[in-house]
């Protein structure tokens, strides 16, 4: 059973850092795109970032450019999300997902998603 | 970037009608446009990909149409367990966009 599982959110001061893990099974991992949607509390969903099978290639929302970085272990099958400077408005749960087809250049539809792992940016 | 505009906000069928939901895109996303479901507390759920074509699973009354900017999510038969909130996203364009979603909940 393909299984992606969040770790790393909590209680961070604004300015601060995190660092999201993803750890995936049962799929192959280096032949997926992934991606980071976020959803504030009470609100609507927001894509984050994506990260190409390689890792070569990321892409990012323009809210978080700058301050997140996107990246992947395929040793390790896990997908990270460094973030850094981190805002009040950064406040979500973060899930991490991948893509329903292999081989997508830059990524397409999520199929699986993890649970998600809140990430609280508060003084 | 590309803008999803989709409407209504919510809406309060009763069991049996027929729900229908937009989604406009600011420009052509050719045929590039999911349909999510999210139940509370729960993570999004694929529906329907690239506009109209239904993932493995899922029940044949949700369907999905549309091309170029305009583009319809539709539930016939609701059912209970479709109280949710549903989301259409483009991928053509990075920012891959959601729209604002839709709130369904039962009469």
């Known amino acids: 059973e393909v299984q992606l599982v969040e770790s790393g959110g909590g209680l961070v001061q604004p300015g601060g850092s995190l660092r999201l893990s993803c750890a995936v099974s049962d799929f192959t991992f280096d032949t997926y795109a992934m991606s980071w949607v976020r959803q504030a509390p009470g609100k609507g969903l927001e894509w984050v970032s994506t990260i190409s099978i390689s890792g070569s290639t990321t892409y990012y929302a323009d809210s978080v450019k700058g301050r997140f970085t996107i990246s992947r272990d395929n040793s390790k099958n896990t997908l990270f999300l460094q973030m850094s400077n981190l805002r009040a408005d950064d406040t979500a749960v973060y899930y991490c997902a991948r893509d329903r087809e292999q081989y997508l250049m830059r990524g397409g539809p999520c199929l699986y998603w993890g649970q998600g792992t809140l990430v609280d940016v508060s003084s | 970037d590309i803008q999803m505009t989709q409407s209504p906000a919510s809406l309060s069928p009763s069991v049996g009608d027929r729900v229908t939901i937009t989604c406009q895109a600011s420009?052509?996303?050719?045929?590039?446009l999911n349909w999510y479901q999210q139940k509370p507390g729960k993570a999004p759920k694929l529906l329907i990909y690239d506009v109209s074509h239904l993932e493995t699973g899922v029940p044949s009354r949700f369907s999905g149409g549309g091309s170029g900017t305009d583009f319809t999510f539709i539930i016939n038969n609701l059912q209970p367990e479709d109280v949710a909130t549903y989301y259409c996203q483009q991928y053509n364009d990075v920012p891959f966009t959601f729209g604002q979603g839709t709130r369904l909940e039962i009469k």
């Open positions: 420009h052509d996303i050719n045929k590039f």
